[in-house]
């Protein structure tokens, strides 16, 4: 694959990933607070901790950082308290619920408590729902749909996410090299 057709797939996963609300709070610069003592501003705890295993399925660690150690829980709660519209807010927070209801017509137990592959089917039920879920206002689109991209937008636009999940980071840059194939480095690079 060539450097094209990498910026090509980018911008498009991009303006697929990154509607409404999302690309608001990109643009105007959201982010999650890394504070110690942080409280969520739009959620209780346990949908916080619900919230947190849903992004963290979506973007599970592997050798790269996961969503819960780039805090997009954080993102999520900030994203909702000050981009979203009220009636946006609550519709948020009622759908947020039917993780654990399906989790618990199919295993008897809350989404937090599933193991990786029961989650991961949880997951894949709600994204083929989200195919064939319909919002003729555009305003509130299925909630899977909601976190999916909040945890991509949040994940790298965060510094973990950018330095062990899309960038290699190199504090000195070695020679330029203007035109090289991307199979060769195999990811981007930050250079300090």
Not at 5 to 32: F, H, P, Q, R
Not at 118 to 139: N, P, V
Request: hydrophobic fraction near 35%; aromatic fraction near 10%.
């Amino acid at each position: 694959m060539d450097r094209r057709e990498v910026l090509k797939i980018s911008s498009l996963l991009l303006g697929y990933t990154l509607t409404g609300s999302a690309a608001v709070a990109l643009l105007n610069g959201c982010k999650a607070e890394t504070s110690a003592d942080w409280q969520p501003k739009s959620f209780s705890e346990d949908e916080v901790s619900l919230l947190a295993e849903i992004c963290e399925a979506i973007l599970p660690r592997t050798d790269t950082p996961g969503a819960k150690d780039a805090l997009c829980h954080r993102y999520i709660d900030e994203l909702v308290a000050n981009f979203y519209t009220l009636d946006k807010r609550k519709y948020f927070k009622e759908s947020l619920a039917i993780f654990n209801e399906k989790s618990k017509d199919k295993y008897a137990k809350a989404f937090v408590a599933l193991n990786p592959t029961e989650k991961e089917e949880i997951l894949s039920k709600l994204a083929d729902e989200a195919k064939e879920y319909k919002d003729d206002s555009g305003e509130k689109p299925h909630i899977f749909l909601a976190i999916k991209q909040s945890t991509i937008s949040g994940y790298f636009t965060s510094e973990v996410g950018a330095k062990g999940g899309l960038c290699e980071f190199i504090p000195v840059p070695g020679p330029y090299q203007g035109c090289i194939d991307y199979t060769t480095v195999g990811k981007g690079y930050v250079l300090n």
